[in-house]
């Protein structure tokens, strides 16, 4: 471990303010204080506390730069490169040391680089790379997603990242996409089954390179009918297995919920907007205040994928966890959004929060499915729909979905006669 040694790091000691609110445990204040740029550390630590960030958040960032400052062997601020944080990330979610709180798993490294990148930004020492090549490519394209066909800003973001992907591994041997050929994008894919990808990843990975080039070839940057030649892997989306746990698992993940902390009572609001509507989560994270009409007994959803909105009908329940919520829960703030985070500053509640109320929950009730984030609990509300008699356009136009091939999985899964929609409650949730 690097230790203070300089007679002004000696002072700060005397004077450290951040690390003393932090922390209460004198083993655990000697060894923040006894890691170098412990002042470059204290001015970052004391930043997020005075903009009223979480304290126990604050904590973390603590612990990571701690890390940073000795994997990286920092004795002194400097421009560190994202390579330079890439590595110590390696290094880090390979690490086991006693105050690892969780197994070392691959997305362990996440954390500590966004730390290590916001601290380093903070002092301006972090290295921003030259803008590539073909990032202006990626901003037309972008614009061309939204403006001409439409699509909502998450989407873009998505097809923008893969499509980035592919062109950093086109970029090691040519720096033009007028030499590209399928050649390259096979080197890509191969590549990537050499890393262990799923067929899923890949087939996504194509379906956005082979959008990518169509668009390339629109605007003569590349030979025409490249992207014809792209055939993705085979990924079977009818398997018969079911997607989402079953209504009984989520009636029990709902009333897992106790409401004694306002945590609890915020995360079974979400949730069950989530499970009875089948909601996105990003279109739950979204919802306005103003989307409420308590009068009428309704509320109003923006669409994450189609656009638009979608009127719905307020389910007693769900109408007395929102309020529940709103009355005891959400703070005073200048934010329109329904749900926000419980200190300050107020922002929209993330997808990692909510998908923490719901993964490790159904896998303590002995949940075996492959995914048990919230969007199982979307499976789950349109497999309740067609129990009940639902028509698969009935369950599309339910689910905000275009068309029916997105549906058409529930019926492999579970197959019923498909009669008018009905009603349905979440008895015994009280």
């Not at 700060?12 to 932090?22: E, F, Y």
């Not at 079977?236 to 989402?244: A, F, L, V």
């Not at 769900?318 to 300050?344: M, N």
Request: aromatic content about 10%; hydrophobic content about 40%; proline content about 3%.
């Amino acid at each position: 471990m690097t230790s203070v040694s300089s007679s002004s790091d000696a002072r700060l000691i005397a004077q450290s303010t951040a690390i003393d609110a932090l922390f209460s445990v004198p083993a655990t204040r000697a060894r923040h204080r006894g890691t170098a740029l412990l002042l470059e550390r204290e001015q970052y630590l004391d930043h997020l506390l005075k903009k009223c960030v979480d304290p126990l958040y604050v904590a973390s960032v603590a612990h990571y730069l701690v890390y940073i400052v000795q994997i990286i062997g920092l004795e002194e601020i400097r421009i560190v490169s994202l390579d330079e944080i890439a590595k110590a990330g390696k290094i880090w979610a390979d690490l086991d040391c006693p105050y690892r709180v969780r197994t070392p798993t691959r997305v362990a490294a996440y954390p500590l680089m966004r730390a290590a990148k916001a601290w380093l930004s903070f002092h301006r020492k972090l290295e921003r790379p030259q803008e590539m090549w073909f990032e202006e490519l990626l901003r037309a394209y972008s614009h061309s997603l939204v403006y001409n066909r439409g699509l909502v800003h998450r989407t873009v973001e998505t097809y923008e990242s893969k499509a980035r992907t592919f062109l950093k591994f086109f970029s090691r041997s040519n720096h033009n996409l007028s030499g590209i050929s399928l050649l390259d994008v096979d080197a890509f894919m191969q590549e990537k089954v050499m890393e262990e990808w799923k067929a899923e990843a890949i087939a996504s990975h194509c379906q956005a390179i082979r959008s990518f080039l169509r668009f390339a070839e629109s605007r003569n940057w590349c030979d025409r009918g490249i992207h014809q030649g792209i055939k993705s892997p085979r990924v079977p989306r009818n398997t018969g297995e079911s997607k989402g746990p079953t209504w009984p698992q989520v009636k029990k993940l709902l009333r897992s919920f106790k409401g004694q902390k306002a945590s609890e009572r915020r995360a079974k609001a979400m949730l069950m907007l989530c499970a009875i509507y089948g909601l996105r989560a990003s279109e739950v994270i979204g919802l306005q205040l103003e989307d409420f009409d308590w009068r009428n007994e309704t509320f109003m959803v923006r669409r994450a994928k189609r656009g638009g909105v979608q009127h719905f009908p307020m389910e007693y329940e769900v109408g007395e966890a929102i309020l529940a919520y709103l009355k005891q829960d959400r703070p005073r703030c200048a934010s329109r959004l329904l749900f926000v985070s419980l200190r300050a500053p107020y922002v929209a509640v993330s997808t990692t929060s909510l998908w923490r109320a719901v993964g490790p929950r159904l896998r303590s009730f002995g949940v075996q499915l492959n995914h048990v984030g919230v969007h199982s609990l979307r499976h789950a509300c349109a497999t309740r729909l067609l129990h009940k008699g639902s028509s698969l356009h009935q369950i599309a136009d339910f689910l905000g979905h275009r068309d029916l091939k997105s549906v058409s999985i529930y019926a492999r899964c579970d197959v019923r006669s498909l009669r008018k929609v009905a009603q349905f409650r979440l008895e015994g949730l009280k």
